[in-house]
């Protein structure tokens, strides 16, 4: 019913047309803030439907490359593609349409609603005057019961809990119903269980959905456990990149966060997770 749904709003020619391809690609690029160069040419691939974790110390450039990817901001040098199609070119509609991004923070508003917010996902496909005079077609309530939260429909935002909060706005990303889902430290400021619960949900989302997911994660045994890849920033370049068992290892740990620790591998869930020392002086 959830697929029906999604198939019936988005209504999107385009994506019929995309070619084959990645469904986020990025070649040469470079951003600096002033003076300070963050990403010093970067080449990332991301096939469609795949889970991959950015990991790296903090300032390495991980939220930056998001922000490019998602088109709010524009590399020094380098292009950025989603599904083929250049996102210089591209009108901030027609990206919001094929990229939901999830940002750290969500600036409060006093009284709105869980139901009111993940509504405002639908602005890239209804505009203005739709949000304003079009009936509601129900994929709002859809993205809420799909990220388990049409329970708070009716509840203030600033009356729920951070990982209540951080479901509901997973049910935002939802309802744009972009292909594309980016993630900048979904996790934060949540305790363990609501680490665990948000990361589970998305990657349900992906796999129920299809969505292709980039998040941006500190914890590198979350990125083992849920992530298909997982991709180390390092120096403004991509340091590492493969599957969890093969990026996850001491040496990353020395090179990249400067620290020792054993890499060990949990069976269970057929994923490596760390047992950190102490820094590297």
Not at 15 to 21: E, F, N, R
Not at 23 to 41: C, H, K, P, Q, T
Not at 65 to 92: E, F, H, I, K
Request: aromatic share 2%; glycine share 10%.
């Amino acid at each position: 019913m959830i697929g029906e749904t999604r198939a019936a709003a988005r209504q999107d020619p385009v994506s019929a047309q995309d070619p084959p391809g990645p469904a986020i690609s990025v070649r040469g690029l470079r951003f600096s803030y002033g003076d300070r160069e963050v990403l010093r040419g970067v080449d990332l691939d991301v096939a469609a439907g795949e889970f991959v974790a950015l990991v790296g110390t903090n300032g390495c450039g991980k939220s930056t490359l998001l922000r490019l990817v998602s088109g709010l901001l524009a590399p020094a040098a380098g292009s950025v593609r989603l599904a083929g199609r250049d996102v210089a070119a591209t009108s901030r509609r027609e990206i919001s349409r094929r990229v939901a991004v999830l940002h750290q923070t969500l600036p409060p508003v006093p009284g709105l609603t869980a139901r009111q917010l993940v509504r405002q996902g639908r602005f890239p496909h209804r505009g203005a005057l739709g949000m304003l005079w079009e009936p509601d077609d129900g994929t709002a309530d859809a993205a809420m019961a799909a990220a388990g939260v049409a329970h708070l429909a009716d509840r203030a935002l600033d009356t729920l809990s951070g990982g209540e909060r951080q479901r509901v706005r997973l049910a935002l990303a939802v309802a744009q119903d972009a292909p594309v889902l980016l993630l900048d430290e979904p996790t934060a400021h949540l305790d363990v269980r609501h680490q665990l619960e948000v990361l589970a949900l998305v990657r349900e989302l992906r796999d129920r959905r299809g969505l292709t997911v980039v998040t941006v994660l500190h914890e590198l045994d979350h990125a083992a456990r849920f992530a298909d890849r997982v991709v180390a920033l390092a120096a403004g370049r991509v340091h590492a990149d493969g599957p969890p068992a093969q990026v996850i290892t001491p040496a990353l740990l020395a090179e990249v966060f400067g620290v020792r620790g054993r890499v060990l591998h949990d069976s269970g869930r057929d994923a490596p997770y760390c047992l950190l020392d102490e820094p590297i002086a």
